[in-house]
C-alpha cells in the first residue's frame, strides 16, 4: 500500500470514483455529484481558499487499486478562532482495512502538524458546516442531500486511533403528510402562539424571492450573524458573497415558500431555510450532470419525486428570543406544507448537542430523533487537554457570569 497526494487527472478521478466503487451494492448510499466534489478543490470555485488552503491523497495497492482517500484543509478564520490552531480533515473513504484507515490519518495528520496545526477536525468539509459534516454513527438510511453517509467500521477507526467525540449532530424527522396524503397538524400549542405572534402590531412575515435574492441573502447574513455572536463566542461570521454563491447553485431546486422570514418595525429578525431534498433525484444519476441527466432531473422536479424537505439553517436575533417568533416561522411553513401534499417527511438537521434550545423546538414542533453524526476531534499537541465543545461553551459562560 502507498499513499500520494492527488496531483493528476488521473489521480482526480479515481478520488472521485472511489466512492462508486465502495458502495456499489449499498442502497442506502447516494453518490454526491462528481463536479461537487471537485469544485471543493478548485481556488476559482471554493472561497474557502481564500483564507486557507487544502490537499489531498489517495491510497493504492500493490496492483495500482484504488483502496483509499483523505483530504486535509486548513480554514484560517476558524483555526484563528479556536483555542489552538486547528485544521480539519475529510472525504475519508477506506476499505475495510484499519492499518491502511491510519495510514491515510497519519498523511493527514502529518501535512497539518507541519503547518503549525496543534488539534484536527473530522470529518468535516472545507467550507460551510450544511455539508459533508460529521460522521454517520446512527440511522443508517438514504441521508438527506448535504448529510453525510459513511461505513460502519469508520467509527472504530476514528476512535481506535485517538479521536474524540467534540461534538454530536441530531437529525430530526417529522412526517408532513400520511401515506393517504392527509396533513398532518403542528403541535396546538404551538400554533396558538404562532397566530398570537403574527398579530402582534409591528410583526411581518415574507418568504424568499429569488428575483431578491441579494436582499435575503444580505437578512440571512445579519439575522445568522448576530446571533451566533453571542451564543458562540469563537464563532465565525457567514461570508454574504459565499452564501450568495451557495443559493445560486441550489437555485434549481429552491422552493421559495419554503424560506421564511421574519421582520419587525422593517428589521429583519429571524429566518428559516429548507429545502426539497436533492438526494432523492440524485440517486439515479451516479454523480454526473450531463444534458441528458439534466432532462430527467425536470421531470422528476415537475412530477414531485422530492417528496422530503430538509431544514438547513435558521437563527433568531438575540434581542426576539424566547418570544415565539420560531412558532410564527413554522405556522408559515405548516401552512405552505399544506398547499403542497408531494412533501410527505421533513428533515430537521443538524442540530448541536451542544444547542439545548433547538432541540427543544424540535421536540415542541412533535419531530424524532432518527440520525446521529459526529464530529471528532483529535488533539496533535498532547500537552493540551481535550475538552468536548460544550463543556468549552460552559466554561466561556461561566466566565462571562
Same mark, same amino acid.
Given at each position: 500500500?502507498? *499513499?500520494?497526494?492527488?496531483?493528476?487527472?488521473? #489521480?482526480?478521478?479515481?478520488? %472521485?470514483?472511489?466512492?462508486?466503487?465502495?458502495?456499489?451494492?449499498?442502497?442506502? !448510499? %447516494?453518490?454526491?455529484?462528481?463536479?461537487?466534489?471537485?469544485?471543493?478543490?478548485?481556488?476559482? +470555485?471554493? +472561497?474557502?481558499?481564500?483564507?486557507?488552503?487544502?490537499?489531498?491523497? &489517495? $491510497?493504492?495497492?500493490?496492483?495500482?487499486?484504488?483502496?483509499?482517500?483523505?483530504?486535509?484543509?486548513?480554514?484560517?478564520?476558524?483555526?484563528?478562532?479556536?483555542?489552538?490552531?486547528?485544521?480539519?480533515?475529510?472525504?475519508?473513504?477506506?476499505?475495510?482495512?484499519?492499518?491502511?484507515?491510519?495510514?491515510?490519518?497519519?498523511?493527514?495528520?502529518?501535512?497539518?502538524?507541519?503547518?503549525?496545526?496543534?488539534?484536527?477536525?473530522?470529518?468535516?468539509?472545507?467550507?460551510?458546516n450544511d455539508n459533508n459534516w460529521g460522521l454517520l454513527v446512527?440511522?443508517?438510511?438514504?441521508?438527506?442531500?448535504?448529510?453525510?453517509?459513511?461505513?460502519?467500521?469508520?467509527?472504530?477507526?476514528?476512535e481506535e486511533y485517538g479521536f474524540r467525540n467534540y461534538f454530536? +449532530?441530531?437529525?430530526?424527522?417529522?412526517?408532513?403528510? #400520511?401515506?393517504?396524503?392527509?396533513?398532518? *397538524?403542528?403541535?396546538?400549542?404551538?400554533?396558538?402562539?404562532?397566530? !398570537? &405572534?403574527?398579530?402582534?402590531?409591528?410583526?411581518?412575515?415574507?418568504?424568499?424571492?429569488?428575483?431578491?435574492?441579494?436582499?435575503?441573502?444580505?437578512?440571512?447574513?445579519?439575522?445568522?450573524?448576530?446571533?451566533?455572536?453571542?451564543?458562540?463566542? #469563537?464563532?465565525?461570521?457567514?461570508?454574504?458573497?459565499?452564501?450568495?454563491? /451557495?443559493?445560486?447553485?441550489?437555485?434549481?431546486?429552491?422552493?421559495?415558500?419554503?424560506?421564511?422570514? $421574519?421582520?419587525?418595525?422593517?428589521?429583519?429578525?429571524?429566518?428559516?431555510?429548507?429545502?426539497?431534498?436533492?438526494?432523492? &433525484?440524485?440517486?439515479?444519476?451516479?454523480?454526473?450532470?450531463?444534458? !441528458?441527466?439534466?432532462?430527467?432531473?425536470?421531470?422528476?422536479?415537475?412530477?414531485?419525486?422530492?417528496?422530503?424537505?430538509?431544514?438547513? *439553517?435558521?437563527? *433568531?436575533?438575540?434581542?426576539?428570543?424566547?418570544?415565539?417568533?420560531?412558532?410564527?416561522?413554522?405556522?408559515?411553513?405548516?401552512? /405552505?406544507?399544506?398547499?403542497?401534499? !408531494?412533501?410527505?417527511?421533513?428533515?430537521? /438537521?443538524?442540530?448541536?448537542?451542544?444547542?439545548?434550545?433547538?432541540?427543544?423546538?424540535?421536540?415542541?414542533?412533535? $419531530?424524532?430523533?432518527?440520525?446521529?453524526?459526529?464530529?471528532?476531534?483529535?488533539? &496533535?499537541?498532547?500537552?493540551?487537554?481535550?475538552?468536548?465543545?460544550?463543556?468549552?461553551?460552559?466554561?466561556? +459562560?461561566?466566565i462571562r457570569d
Amino acid at each position: 500500500m502507498h *499513499v500520494t497526494e492527488v496531483t493528476t487527472s488521473r #489521480d482526480r478521478k479515481d478520488f %472521485v470514483n472511489f466512492p462508486k466503487k465502495l458502495y456499489r451494492n449499498d442502497p442506502f !448510499w %447516494v453518490c454526491p455529484l462528481d463536479s461537487g466534489i471537485e469544485s471543493v478543490f478548485d481556488p476559482a +470555485q471554493n +472561497q474557502a481558499f481564500r483564507r486557507g488552503e487544502a490537499t489531498r491523497w &489517495i $491510497a493504492r495497492d500493490s496492483s495500482g487499486e484504488v483502496s483509499g482517500r483523505i483530504a486535509a484543509f486548513i480554514d484560517r478564520q476558524r483555526s484563528d478562532a479556536e483555542h489552538q490552531p486547528t485544521g480539519g480533515i475529510g472525504f475519508f473513504e477506506v476499505t475495510d482495512n484499519r492499518d491502511l484507515a491510519f495510514m491515510l490519518f497519519d498523511t493527514a495528520r502529518e501535512w497539518l502538524e507541519s503547518r503549525g496545526m496543534k488539534a484536527m477536525d473530522g470529518p468535516i468539509n472545507f467550507g460551510e458546516n450544511d455539508n459533508n459534516w460529521g460522521l454517520l454513527v446512527d440511522g443508517f438510511v438514504q441521508q438527506g442531500y448535504g448529510m453525510p453517509y459513511n461505513m460502519k467500521y469508520y467509527r472504530n477507526y476514528f476512535e481506535e486511533y485517538g479521536f474524540r467525540n467534540y461534538f454530536e +449532530q441530531y437529525s430530526f424527522h417529522r412526517e408532513v403528510h #400520511d401515506p393517504e396524503n392527509k396533513f398532518t *397538524v403542528f403541535p396546538e400549542r404551538i400554533m396558538r402562539i404562532a397566530e !398570537w &405572534i403574527s398579530k402582534r402590531p409591528g410583526y411581518e412575515f415574507r418568504h424568499f424571492e429569488i428575483a431578491r435574492s441579494r436582499r435575503y441573502v444580505d437578512d440571512i447574513a445579519e439575522i445568522y450573524n448576530s446571533t451566533w455572536s453571542v451564543f458562540k463566542e #469563537d464563532f465565525t461570521p457567514i461570508d454574504p458573497a459565499l452564501l450568495n454563491e /451557495s443559493l445560486k447553485k441550489a437555485k434549481p431546486i429552491i422552493d421559495e415558500e419554503l424560506i421564511w422570514f $421574519a421582520y419587525h418595525n422593517g428589521k429583519p429578525i429571524a429566518f428559516f431555510v429548507i429545502m426539497p431534498d436533492f438526494n432523492q &433525484i440524485l440517486k439515479y444519476f451516479n454523480g454526473r450532470m450531463n444534458p !441528458w441527466n439534466m432532462i430527467r432531473f425536470l421531470w422528476f422536479r415537475a412530477t414531485h419525486k422530492m417528496t422530503r424537505a430538509r431544514a438547513l *439553517v435558521g437563527g *433568531v436575533h438575540p434581542s426576539y428570543q424566547n418570544n415565539g417568533v420560531e412558532s410564527a416561522i413554522f405556522l408559515h411553513i405548516y401552512k /405552505s406544507f399544506a398547499k403542497k401534499p !408531494w412533501y410527505r417527511e421533513l428533515e430537521l /438537521s443538524w442540530v448541536g448537542d451542544y444547542n439545548p434550545r433547538m432541540l427543544a423546538i424540535y421536540e415542541a414542533l412533535g $419531530a424524532s430523533r432518527a440520525k446521529t453524526h459526529i464530529t471528532y476531534r483529535y488533539m &496533535i499537541d498532547k500537552v493540551i487537554p481535550f475538552k468536548r465543545y460544550k463543556d468549552e461553551m460552559a466554561e466561556k +459562560q461561566h466566565i462571562r457570569d
